[in-house]
């Protein structure tokens, strides 16, 4: 959407993905049709979703999910159970800051070995930027937070599968669930398979961090996490893919706050 090569990087509040152009929504908006939630509560969800600071724009309804901002992922039983516990909270008063966000990250119990599941059917280009986005993630100082790679998937976290759709998307995944664990998958489109290895393994690193509750620095205001800037051009959860060039300082210091050691 917005940058040099144009591909860009989206998320739902559980998908998250990569993008060339912004607008695949009107395409979308034709499975609106489908058997989706009622007219009532769609708006009640799209009204919990514009006040966790997503544009109301980049919310699209997707049969049994939604996806938003083009890459972030999350099913309609999720979505529907935090805008009861959102109508839960606004009645007993309990203010709607930053903190709510913390329910929905990883928890303790999960965040010191996530482990991902690579399907057989993943090229070896994208098996690289998997293990580069494991390393990187790993890399970060003064955080609890650790990834491995497994290969029974039984034991996963999280699966990394490939999709394939004529779109702006690369990749997208699910946030973190209202249960504390990571992102369920990260679904990689194949028409980005010969996207430069260092704008994959950026892609790829963006994703995991959708899966860990990160959402986008650049779209999300609501959701700022207190004492990172506002604009930081090249944080790895923009949503627009960069060349792989490590994480920025406001990236450390998001990954410090969310999982402390
Ligand atoms: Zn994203």
């Known amino acids: 959407m917005k940058h040099s090569n144009g591909l860009h990087i989206s998320a739902a509040i559980c998908i998250v993905a990569l993008t060339t152009l912004f607008f695949s929504c009107s395409k979308n908006d034709k499975d609106l049709k489908d058997p989706s939630p009622v007219p009532n509560a769609k708006e009640e969800m799209t009204n919990y979703l514009v006040n966790q600071g997503f544009d109301q724009q980049h919310i699209v309804f ?19 159970k935090r805008v009861a516990d959102w109508k839960a909270e606004q009645k007993s008063g309990v203010p709607q800051t930053e903190q709510r966000r913390g329910t929905y ?37 003064g955080t609890r937070l650790g990834m491995s790679i497994v290969t029974n998937q039984a034991s996963a976290n999280t699966r990394v599968f490939m999709g394939y759709e004529n779109s702006n998307w690369i990749a997208r995944a699910y946030l973190p669930g209202s249960d504390s664990k ?23 690193t963006h994703e995991f961090g959708h899966t860990i509750g990160f959402h986008h620095t650049n779209q999300t205001t609501g959701t700022l996490i207190p004492g990172t800037p506002t604009t930081d051009p090249n944080s790895v959860m923009n949503s627009t893919v960069l060349p792989w060039n490590g994480f920025t300082a406001g990236d450390i210091k998001a990954t410090q706050i969310l999982y402390p050691q």
């Open 182 to 204: 990571p992102g369920v998958t990260v679904e990689i489109n194949s028409k980005y398979n010969t996207l430069s290895a260092s704008q994959q393994l950026f892609a790829i």
């Open 105 to 141: 990250i990883v928890g303790n119990a999960y965040n010191t070995n996530i482990k991902f599941y690579i399907d057989p059917a993943v090229p070896t280009v994208w098996r690289t930027a998997i293990e580069g986005a494991v390393n990187n993630w790993n890399a970060v100082n």
């Open 62 to 80: 997707d049969k049994d999910r939604v996806v938003i901002e083009g890459d972030i992922v999350i099913t309609i039983p999720e979505l529907k």
